[in-house]
């Protein structure tokens, strides 16, 4: 709105956020369309803005024909895949422009907080995530993990749990427990289902993938597919779980530096390389496995993502795998080490991770 202003100066701005009570009455398509047109001016260029459209029963129907009499330049907000899915593509197909928006990158978490580029920064940014309504909780532990609690409880029951009409709410959690400790791990319903059977819990494979699948279209953690490096070649089983934000992910589990410093890395990564615009899977080439392999356009980057390279066998084995992918495309290797080549090795550039987060590809 205040960047509407700045263009526009006389423009006439219609903001509505559904979730306010004192717009429970505009829940319905046709009550939504009425509201809207009393509140256009013939004399002005208006803009309507929507929050938390999802809400609106049918509210594509409303925007479609708000679009067909070209009334307004309209922009809505919603926390759910849903929203852009089933009717609505067909209904606004071509008439609209998706942007996702993530949570804070380590630049605007740096912003956010007044914080300098430092490695206690860079382990705030791992541990709390980048929820831009941390700037009001602060950094501490207690409040500021308190308040991720209560958000993931608020996605899962909101917008996974009442939205997807889920049933079984304590394996959901269960189920968002596993994903938490097995971050980056690779995973499939099916040894998800005969990992529970070993605790004694009979969860059907069809039962996992419906839940996994309500879990990322709450955008509340992305499944990323494995993808043969020479021919694209998507598998279809065994794929990698990462968290839409490391604070959620880091409440489900009491904390643990040791053995969580690898999976947020990754996780963190991951997100910048979403950030981006890149389309990210993980690189299979034979029997070895490149953590990310990224494309945009006709560009493509490989990315490997190491704690330290504390020994020659790491150091093999993370530079190796990049090695036997034969093209151009540059190749790198994140860790934590605080010394790194600026010449890379053999072609391949290490990086910190703090570096990599500050960096446009």
Same mark, same amino acid.
């Given at each position: ?10 423009? /006439? ?19 939504? $369309? ?18 938390? @459209? ?7 129907? =409303? %925007? ?7 009334? =307004? ?48 920064? %860079? ?23 308190? $308040?991720?609690?209560?958000? /993931? ?17 304590? !394996? ?56 043969? @490096?020479?021919?694209?070649?998507? !598998? ?15 409440? %489900? ?20 390389? %979403?950030?981006?615009?890149?389309? @990210?899977?993980?690189? @299979? ?8 392999? =990224? ?43 605080? !010394? ?22």
């Amino acid at each position: 709105m205040d960047e509407i202003k700045i263009l526009f100066p006389d423009a /006439n701005i219609i903001y509505i956020n559904i979730e306010f009570h004192e717009n429970d009455s505009l829940r319905t398509h046709t009550a939504l $369309y009425n509201f809207v047109c009393t509140q256009l001016k013939e004399d002005k260029t208006n803009f309507l803005l929507l929050d938390e @459209v999802q809400e609106v029963e049918s509210f594509e129907l =409303c %925007l479609r024909s708000l679009l067909a009499e070209a009334k =307004c330049d309209i922009t809505v907000t919603g926390s759910n895949a849903q929203m852009l899915s089933g009717e609505l593509s067909t209904t606004l197909s071509g008439r609209y422009i998706q942007i996702p928006i993530y949570s804070l990158s380590y630049s605007e978490f740096l912003v956010f907080h007044k914080l300098a580029d430092s490695n206690e920064s %860079l382990s705030n940014y791992l541990r709390f995530g980048g929820l831009p309504y941390l700037i009001h909780v602060g950094l501490e532990d207690g409040i500021a993990t308190e $308040y991720l609690k209560n958000v /993931n409880s608020t996605i899962l029951l909101k917008d996974v749990v009442a939205r997807e009409n889920i049933r079984n709410v304590a !394996f959901l959690e269960n189920l968002t427990a596993y994903l938490a400790d097995n971050t980056g791990n690779l995973m499939s319903a099916f040894n998800i289902s005969k990992y529970l059977k070993s605790q004694q819990q009979q969860i059907p494979t069809q039962t996992i993938l419906n839940y996994l699948r309500a879990l990322t279209l709450a955008y509340y953690v992305h499944k990323v597919q494995r993808a043969d @490096v020479n021919g694209l070649k998507i !598998f279809e089983i065994n794929e990698k779980y990462y968290f839409e934000d490391m604070g959620l992910r880091n409440a %489900l589990r009491r904390y643990d530096y040791r053995n969580d410093i690898h999976k947020l890395m990754e996780n963190a990564v991951y997100l910048h390389l %979403l950030r981006q615009g890149y389309r @990210v899977f993980v690189g @299979v080439l034979g029997n070895k496995e490149i953590d990310f392999m =990224c494309e945009k356009n006709d560009n493509r980057i490989y990315i490997q993502v190491c704690y330290m390279l504390t020994d020659e066998l790491t150091i093999n084995r993370e530079f190796g795998n990049l090695m036997a992918v034969k093209d151009n495309f540059p190749k790198y290797v994140v860790t934590l080490d605080e !010394f790194t080549t600026t010449s890379g090795y053999k072609g391949i550039k290490q990086v910190h991770l703090r570096e990599f987060l500050l960096e446009n590809f």
